[in-house]
């Protein structure tokens, strides 16, 4: 099919539908249908939502044709797999695969479904999230709640089967319940996920940096305890490439004694980076539990992402996330080193056509500063 960028009415009518789509968010479907209700039971509500649309052909078509916007200059492939354009969804939001036909319509280049771990998980007691607008931010305590890895790694195997042009990755994490056990049962935890997971997705990331869970988060405490899950995940054979999503919070000193561990093993990503624990001049509720979304990690992420791609260059590619509600704001990731970048927050504060604004924006910019591809503009900036 002809990209929309080379057809002039088609391009007409997909900013013009996008333009209503973001004035209909703002004003009426927000404040009326998302934002009056709490935020556990919206988020909820658009599960529900996505679950009845996704079986309506007709209004799937709609979507794509009013939403999906495509553009040559936005293809790229990374880790050896072929994106329609570099915006995903973050995991953490569609933890059980109910979102992808929904979202390969609207026109995502790719989704990472969990964080899923080897045994289902209720996750923490609600509620998981709360609504922080003047940071454009949530706090977000979900726990790793899924249906456990057994399905829901074959959800994303069959959505990823059916998907038009998105691609599909899962995320594993170490189950977070009262099975818990010492390191080596953690280690069996991913492995069990992993043995799952292999050859039955585009990617797979492996979190390590959940701030949510009643055992912390080892893997990332302890170069050596790192070193010692990955000795064993390399034991599993899988086809599709590796990333690890990484902390926020750590010294550069720390952070670089992870990333040398991961050097030295079969991962070709990372993900950087998740929520943000400091609280340091935001007004917070002490009474609310969990990590910051959105954009109190904007900043933070976008200089970790230059500086791991400045000292390791190409060994690693890098999935940017974090505070990303700009076109402006994803293209300074991407020059800092991201070849992928990933938002949840941003979709939730703006809307569904935030994939939209996102790609057209940014295709613009590569423009603008004479790229022709997304991947002309990794690192230049570093």
Known sequence: MPYVSDNSLRDAINKA????????????????????????????????????????????????????????????????????????LSAGLDKDCEMATVLDNAGFGFETVGSTTARPCKGNARPWFHRLPEYDSMMVHVGLANEGS?????????????????????????????????????????????????????????????PNTTVGEPFNEDPDALDRLFTALDTIDRPQPTLVKMPLNKTW?????????????????????????????LDVPRSWLGGLSGGPCTVESTELIRRVYREYGDRFAIAGVGGVFTPQQAYEKIRAGSSLIMFITSLMYRGPQQITVLKRGLAELLRRDGFSSVAEAVGVDA
């Open 17 to 88: 539908t996008t333009d209503l789509f973001t004035f209909s968010y703002k004003h009426i479907i927000k404040p009326h249908f998302v934002f009056n209700n709490p935020p556990d039971k919206a988020h909820a509500q658009m599960i529900d939502f996505c679950k009845v649309t996704r079986n309506i052909p007709p209004l799937m078509w709609l979507l794509r044709q009013m939403l999906d916007y495509t553009d040559p200059i936005l293809e790229t492939s990374v880790m050896g797999v072929d994106f329609a354009n570099p915006f995903g």
């Open 150 to 210: 057994d399905k829901i790694i074959a959800k994303t195997e069959s959505a990823w089967r059916r998907t038009r042009t998105m691609q599909m990755s899962v995320s594993i994490a170490r189950t977070n319940d009262d099975l818990v056990g010492d390191l080596d049962e953690g280690i069996e935890d991913y492995c069990v996920s992993m043995r799952r997971a292999a050859g039955r997705t585009a990617m797979v990331e492996v979190n390590i940096s959940c």
């Open 253 to 281: 000193e720390e952070f670089r004694d992870l990333i040398d561990v991961l050097a030295a093993h079969n991962v070709q990503g990372l993900t950087i980076a998740n929520l943000q624990k400091d609280r340091t001049g």
